[in-house]
T-cell receptor, first 112, second 110 residues
Framework: QQQVKQSPQSLIVQKGGISIINCAYENTAFDYFPWYQQFPGKGPALLIA???DVSEKKEGRFTISFNKSAKQFSLHIMDSQPGDSATYFC???????????WGAGTKLIIKP | EAGVTQSPTHLIKTRGQQATLRCSPISGHTSVYWYQQALGLGLQFLLWYDEGEERNRGNFPPRFSGRQFPNYSSELNVNALELEDSALYLC?????????FGPGTRLTVL
């Protein structure tokens, strides 16, 4: 119930393409869903986050799509660039508990 | 505003020794989280401290321990080091949902 399942484990996308990473959860008490980006040798950094009251949130080339009924959320990176090559983690936390439950991560490689 | 700082950057120990890792949170943040990240793998939750108290711990043996000081900085101790403890140890601070990560301490156990 506490798990967040992330897929795929790795992803290769051509420059200019759309990168899509998916996450699924079981616990309906989750109410905060962030995506973090991590470059090699660095700590993860918040990229974008969403709450269940909206179905989509966009920040620049990055979009979170949220499907409450399916208990799934996904990250879309439009016009993917080599600089987007990184590991991406989804996470979730529930009402009244700020601890994040993390997905396993997706290693994204953008080919020039 | 200064970010999360961790020390040391690198730490080399031999099997059986003890390691102490330190973390200073962002000013005003009362929560500190510790994670272990083995090479190329995901974030494994170790410990969560808030307001000086341990709020939760992950599925790690008792030789992984820590504390949070009155100024909200934190220390992670790993006793009886084993080869598989070699990893990047990340500290994150937060006030609410968003976690801000430090650069990590790379621990190598020989």
């Amino acid at each position: 119930q506490q798990q967040v399942k992330q897929s795929p484990q790795s992803l290769i996308v051509q420059k200019g393409g759309i990168s899509i990473i998916n996450c699924a959860y079981e616990n309906t008490a989750f109410d905060y869903f962030p995506w973090y980006q991590q470059f090699p040798g660095k700590g993860p950094a918040l990229l974008i986050a969403i709450r269940p009251d909206v179905s989509e949130k966009k920040e620049g080339r990055f979009t979170i799509s949220f499907n409450k009924s399916a208990k799934q959320f996904s990250l879309h990176i439009m016009d993917s660039q080599p600089g987007d090559s990184a590991t991406y983690f989804c996470a979730a936390s529930r009402v009244g508990n700020y601890q994040l439950i993390w997905g396993a991560g997706t290693k994204l490689i953008i080919k020039p | 505003e200064a970010g999360v700082t961790q020390s040391p950057t690198h730490l080399i120990k031999t099997r059986g020794q003890q390691a102490t890792l330190r973390c200073s949170p962002i000013s005003g943040h009362t929560s500190v989280y510790w994670y272990q990240q083995a090479l190329g793998l995901g974030l494994q939750f170790l410990l969560w401290y808030d307001e000086g108290e341990e709020r939760n711990r992950g599925n790690f043996p008792p030789r992984f321990s820590g504390r949070q000081f009155p100024n909200y900085s934190s220390e992670l101790n790993v006793n009886a080091l084993e080869l598989e403890d070699s990893a990047l140890y990340l500290c994150a601070s937060s006030n609410y949902n968003e976690q801000f990560f430090g650069p990590g301490t790379r621990l190598t156990v020989l």
